[in-house]
């Protein structure tokens, strides 16, 4: 059984469930990131979970996806025009309940599906446990705008875990990215879980760490906080540098939002 399978459905029905009751005039709310609304984050979301389960389940025809998106995505419009153009112009409780239908049986299908398994995706190819593990990240990170939109404060599960796994397993993607070397090795991360639990990454280390809540630590690593509106502990030349603009998602480099513009309304 995969395990984050079940946490991508966990944290992909705490956002259903937050947004079931919304009227459609609701999903044209512009949110603090980059001023997407409801209906843009769910068709991010909903088109590419598809791929994912796509890249599963029939290779060439994800392929063939992904080529026209790519060059779709290069033209005017950008990957919101060809995203809304690839929903068919659904939005709000429709979109709503065609992505929460969607990734319920998508959820399903890879509980069983051998982890190991390598998926085609844009970058490089990737483990089953690494495809869904993104989409859980991906669920979580555009999710922390509609809780920051709609007023709610999120309440956290170890469901986060991939997440911290992903934003460690990333440290030297934050520098590739941008064309860069890391400075050194990856500092010691240790976390205090929402449970209550600890977890640990890397060698430990008194010079260089980062030490803190793992909900602090995911929203930087997926850049829904920036490190100074966080109560994380950072020690340490390379660990301040990290956190200065760590990036766990695919994709060119982007910046952090700046302190204090990313927030519970």
Known sequence: MLQEALDFKAESDALYELMRDLDDAAFDAPTQFKGWTLNNVLEHLHM???????????????MAFLDEAMKAMAGDGGMRAYEAVWN??????????????FYTAMAARFVEVDPKKRLKWAGPDMSARSSISARLMETWAHGQEVFDQLGVARQNTDTIRSIAVLGTNTFGWTYATRGETPPGPMPFVKLSAPSG????????????RIEGAAADFCQVVTQVRNIADTDLQVTGAVANDWMSKAQCFAGAPETPPASGSRFTR
Do not use: I, M, Y
């Not at 590419?48 to 994800?62: I, L, P, Y």
């Not at 639990?197 to 260089?208: H, L, T």
């Open 48 to 62: 590419w979970n598809w791929a994912a389960n796509e890249s599963h389940a029939d290779e060439d025809n994800f």
């Open 88 to 101: 068919d112009g659904v939005q709000g409780r429709a979109l709503l309940e065609r992505w929460h239908e």
């Open 197 to 208: 639990a600890v977890w640990e990454f890397g060698e430990a280390s008194d010079d260089e």
